[in-house]
């Protein structure tokens, strides 16, 4: 499985839209790793995670044919990570000789609400999924799990596993997780070879009933999907999604979690996720 992430800010963007604080200008500065637009990912070349404004800029900075794209899952319905709008554009005159005919679209309540003020192609097939209930999308096996986050929304962390057996549990946005989550992982005896964790805050203080979280919130969430199987040494661990406010340059990142052996998520960035267990 291939992860590759366009996207790893929150919602303002890094910098921040109007901000001129030190960091922000630091990061306009330094440029790189530093500039960070809005949450979104690519599993392989055909599963697309999340659908802001800045997907026009993605596909065209990462080398993207969007009409390729079969497979698209929204995890909530922020602007930020769902901006409907654009999917009037997948049909005529605005589109021609799509390679791939339909996408698939698959949400929750609040982002399936959303799409009903929304003009949408015909191409473009809807589709509302159950929390807990497995789904089979393409080459992939998708389990939506309640997210800690904008509460009434039906908002979705993904288990995802590939044709091949790797899994990766796409953890956008979110607050630590509902125990609920826990005991379902648990029951379910899943197992993830990559995790991609919610670090909106850093190491801003944030409470488990938080909807983002920081680095302490994601060591407590690792100590307990450790104990209960999810997570083991051959898990790769990634951060990202991260506000501005909680100063994300690459490097001061980089070296605040070296020794928990985590990647660092920027825009651009691939990881290759094998199917692998202790």
Same mark, same amino acid.
């Given at each position: 499985?291939?992860?590759?992430?366009?996207?790893?800010?929150?919602?303002?963007?890094?910098? /921040?839209?109007?901000?001129?604080?030190?960091?922000?200008?630091?990061?306009?500065?330094?440029?790189?790793?530093?500039?960070?637009?809005?949450?979104?990912?690519?599993?392989?070349?055909?599963?697309?995670?999340?659908?802001?404004?800045?997907?026009?800029?993605?596909f065209l900075k990462n080398?993207?044919?969007?009409?390729?794209?079969?497979?698209?899952?929204?995890?909530?319905?922020?602007?930020?990570h769902f901006y409907p709008?654009?999917?009037?554009?997948?049909?005529?005159?605005?589109?021609?000789?799509?390679?791939?005919?339909?996408?698939?679209?698959?949400?929750?309540?609040?982002?399936?609400?959303?799409?009903?003020?929304?003009?949408?192609?015909?191409?473009?097939?809807?589709?509302?999924?159950?929390?807990?209930?497995?789904?089979?999308?393409?080459?992939?096996?998708?389990?939506?799990?309640?997210?800690?986050?904008?509460?009434?929304?039906?908002?979705?962390?993904?288990?995802?596993?590939?044709?091949?057996?790797?899994?990766?549990?796409? /953890?956008?946005?979110?607050?630590?997780?509902?125990?609920?989550?826990?005991?379902?992982?648990?029951?379910?005896?899943?197992?993830?070879?990559?995790?991609?964790?919610?670090?909106?805050?850093?190491?801003?203080?944030?409470?488990?009933?938080?909807?983002?979280?920081?680095?302490?919130?994601?060591?407590?969430?690792?100590?307990?999907?450790?104990?209960?199987?999810?997570?083991?040494?051959?898990?790769?661990?990634?951060?990202?999604?991260?506000?501005?406010?909680a100063k994300p340059l690459?490097?001061?990142?980089?070296?605040?979690?070296?020794?928990?052996?985590?990647?660092? /998520?920027?825009?651009?960035?691939?990881?290759?996720?094998?199917?692998?267990?202790?």
């Open positions: 499985m291939k992860l590759t992430y366009f996207g790893t800010a929150a919602a303002e963007g890094m910098p /921040a839209l109007f901000c001129n604080c030190s960091y922000c200008k630091e990061a306009r500065t330094l440029g790189g790793k530093n500039i960070r637009t809005r949450s979104q990912a690519l599993i392989n070349d055909d599963l697309l995670l999340d659908f802001p404004a800045d997907t026009y800029f993605h080398g993207v044919e969007g009409d390729r794209i079969r497979h698209l899952l929204i995890t909530h319905s922020h602007p930020d709008e654009q999917l009037e554009l997948r049909q005529s005159p605005f589109a021609h000789e799509m390679r791939e005919k339909k996408m698939e679209l698959y949400c929750g309540e609040g982002a399936f609400e959303k799409l009903k003020n929304a003009l949408v192609a015909n191409s473009v097939i809807c589709q509302k999924m159950t929390v807990y209930q497995p789904q089979r999308i393409g080459n992939y096996t998708v389990i939506p799990l309640p997210a800690n986050h904008h509460y009434g929304d039906g908002a979705f962390i993904y288990a995802i596993k590939d044709a091949d057996g790797a899994a990766l549990l796409y /953890a956008h946005d979110t607050g630590y997780f509902y125990e609920e989550v826990f005991q379902y992982i648990e029951k379910e005896k899943l197992y993830f070879n990559a995790i991609s964790y919610d670090c909106t805050n850093v190491d801003i203080p944030s409470s488990l009933k938080s909807s983002h979280m920081s680095i302490d919130n994601i060591l407590a969430l690792h100590e307990r999907l450790s104990k209960i199987g999810a997570v083991d040494k051959n898990t790769t661990e990634i951060i990202n999604h991260f506000s501005h406010n690459q490097h001061i990142l980089e070296e605040r979690v070296k020794d928990y052996g985590w990647l660092v /998520a920027y825009d651009g960035m691939q990881v290759q996720i094998a199917n692998k267990k202790t």
